[in-house]
């Protein structure tokens, strides 16, 4: 619901039509690097209401899987339930390395 808020009030205008930049913010915030140095971010996979968004950052064992959705619930508390924001559902950070393993963030 806040980031329905945000998108509400102009501070986040782009989440209703920019799923990339939801995904790019979330990634940029959650590891804490430049939303700029994120570069490859590849669409996946897509469905009404959801695009799965894929990265390996460059030089690194990791990578990333970040689920972005339009929850149509959102309208009952959206200023004009016509204009659902973009989120991020789901992600996920998986390592290439010894014990190859899934961990979520979020």
Same mark, same amino acid.
């Given at each position: 619901?806040?980031?329905?808020? =945000? =998108?509400?009030?102009?501070?986040?205008?782009?989440?209703?039509?920019? !799923?990339?930049?939801?995904?790019?913010?979330?990634? =940029?915030?959650?590891?804490?690097?430049?939303?700029?140095?994120?570069?490859?971010?590849?669409?996946?996979?897509?469905?009404?209401?959801?695009?799965?968004?894929?990265?390996?950052? !460059?030089?690194?064992?990791?990578?990333?899987?970040v689920?972005?959705?339009?929850?149509?619930?959102?309208?009952f508390?959206?200023?004009? !339930?016509?204009?659902? =924001?973009?989120?991020?559902?789901?992600?996920?950070?998986?390592?290439?390395?010894?014990?190859?393993s899934?961990?979520?963030?979020?």
């Amino acid at each position: 619901m806040e980031s329905q808020k =945000a =998108a509400d009030s102009g501070r986040e205008y782009w989440a209703f039509d920019d !799923p990339e930049r939801v995904v790019l913010e979330f990634l =940029a915030e959650s590891l804490n690097v430049n939303r700029n140095s994120i570069n490859g971010l590849k669409k996946d996979s897509e469905a009404q209401g959801r695009i799965i968004y894929k990265w390996n950052p !460059p030089g690194k064992s990791l990578s990333y899987m970040v689920v972005a959705n339009r929850p149509y619930w959102l309208s009952f508390y959206a200023n004009d !339930p016509n204009r659902v =924001a973009w989120v991020v559902l789901a992600a996920f950070e998986s390592s290439c390395g010894k014990h190859n393993s899934v961990k979520r963030i979020r």
